[in-house]
């Protein structure tokens, strides 16, 4: 690796792909952004009846709408029919970029593509249906249909690698090592948890808190942070404030996160050393986290009087929900907080500051960043910021309301309150949730619709007008 230029790639000679490469794969980028969209709106509006059988029990009372199937619907479509394929369209469009050439096999990632979506539909049926994997968080699709979903990423990894390969400059920027990692773990992490052999008892104890941790913090984040490693310097015009820094973060993420899951399950017969262990590698991770978010910040410090009016504020947001989100989560793995907070609304709301604070953010970040410089077509400025301020507010009042009703319910079940008191007292911030939860639904009905815009309604500016300055390709 070595230094970078003002548009964030790697120092030297860039060759530049023919018209016939780069028109290859914008029809790729522009139907995975498309096909997030349309999932992120779908998986989103179930998450909004979910949120409303909380002050309304008796909402929608048939089979097919009760909480235990919608729930997994929702998580599972906002997971991998919403954030997969969006973050994986943006990999493919980072890597064709940054290193000069043309895609490996545009038919791979048309496959892939297919195959999500495959695995989406058939997931959202299966468990409408009530057929499902069990009760494990993140993992409930038919293991059959998680095969399809690990095969789609087999492809990606293959076409992704293969691209890279082919560059010409012998620099690899930092954005393919956190994408290219957010890939192959993605398929070690779905590899461990298909083999069913030792997933009995505390086995599967151990396994789920690998797997469900593991498939935020080694697959999207990394996937995340690639993308933002590219979008930014584009955006701003400027490289990265410090490339050291992006390497320390990569390695460090790599070291201390693949063992922090078990700090899910404290006071668990799990192993008292290993239960620790996941605690020291929680409060180790804040080193990568602050590297990271250091070095997003750094790069925008002095762009404040321009940031508030481009896409970058959506980056932004997504940061600063990275950077607080995982400090929450390290101090949430102490055990003395775990006796407040394990099993109460307040996991639910950390969940959504840092799968939607940060991973959703980052991902429309480089969305508005990176796909109008493939089409040439921006979204609206009143459009974008409608956008922005109904997903902030909304999530906001989300994560705030079940924070403080999270921890309320907490030190009720703490002091020995009846049960029954516990849930009369959530009522209020299961109200305020479904408030947050209705205005992020309205903030990704405009998102699809300056999707609609970029990938082919009229635009209003071209992707040169997006920067302080002029933008390269």
């Known amino acids: 690796m070595s230094n970078v230029n003002a ?19 914008v029809p790729i980028f522009k139907a995975y952004t498309v096909s997030a969209a349309a999932w992120l709106v779908f998986a989103t509006c179930i998450g909004l009846i979910v949120a409303l059988k909380f002050p309304y029990p008796d ?13 997994a619907i929702h998580t599972n479509d906002a997971f991998y029919a919403w954030a997969a394929p969006a973050l994986l369209g943006l990999a493919l469009f980072t890597a064709v970029r940054s290193c000069g050439v043309r895609l490996y096999s545009p038919m791979l990632a048309w496959i892939s593509l297919g195959l999500i979506n495959v695995a989406a539909v058939c997931g959202t049926i299966a468990l409408d249906l009530g057929y499902n994997a069990g009760d494990q968080e993140y993992r409930e699709w038919p293991d059959w249909i998680r095969m399809i979903l690990a095969a789609a990423f087999v492809l990606t990894a293959w076409n992704m690698l293969a691209t890279v390969r082919g560059r010409r400059d012998t620099d690899l920027y930092v954005s393919n090592w956190y994408t290219i990692s957010g890939v192959l773990w993605t398929i070690i992490i779905f590899s461990v948890v298909l083999i069913p052999w030792y997933q009995y008892g505390l086995g599967q104890v151990a396994v789920q808190g690998y797997f469900m941790h593991n498939a935020v913090g080694m697959s999207f984040t990394p996937l995340a942070l690639g993308t933002l490693y590219y979008a930014l310097p584009k955006l701003l015009n400027r490289p990265i404030y410090s490339y050291a820094l992006g390497v ?34 929680s ?31 959506f980056i932004l947001v997504g940061i600063l929900c990275y950077l607080t989100g995982s400090a929450q989560g390290t101090i949430e793995a102490l055990r ?16 959504h500051l840092t799968m939607y604070g940060f991973i959703t953010f980052a991902i429309w970040g480089g969305v508005y960043a990176l796909l109008p410089q493939a089409t040439g077509r921006t979204a609206p400025d009143l459009a974008l910021g409608i956008h922005f301020w109904f997903s902030t507010i909304g999530v906001v009042i989300y994560v705030l309301s079940l924070s403080i009703g999270g921890t309320e319910q907490g030190l009720d079940w703490l002091r020995g309150a009846p049960f029954i008191q516990s849930v009369v007292d959530q009522a209020p911030y299961w109200l305020w949730r479904a408030v947050g939860g209705g205005m992020m639904v309205a903030g990704h009905l405009v998102f699809a619709f300056n999707v609609a ?17 002029e933008v390269a390709a």
Do not use: C, K
């Not at 080193?287 to 410090?301: R, Y």
């Open 7 to 25: 548009t964030g790639e790697s120092a030297g000679p860039r060759p530049v792909p023919d018209a016939a490469d780069e028109d290859s794969i």
């Open 283 to 313: 409060v180790a991770m804040m080193v990568p986290v602050l590297g990271g978010s250091a070095n997003f910040l750094l790069t925008m410090s002095g762009q404040g009087d321009w940031l508030h009016r481009s896409p970058a504020m």
């Open 336 to 351: 003395s907080m775990q006796q407040i907070w394990h099993l109460t609304n307040f996991t639910v709301g950390h969940s």
């Open 248 to 281: 320390l973060a990569f390695w460090t993420n790599l070291a201390f996160y693949p063992i922090l899951g078990a700090h899910h399950f404290l006071f668990s017969p799990l192993p008292w050393w290993f239960q620790t262990l996941a605690i020291v590698a």
């Open 59 to 71: 909402l929608l009372t048939a089979p097919a709408f009760s909480f235990g199937r919608l729930r």
């Open 453 to 469: 815009i970029m990938v082919g309604w009229p635009g209003r500016q071209a992707a040169a007008d997006l920067g302080p300055a």
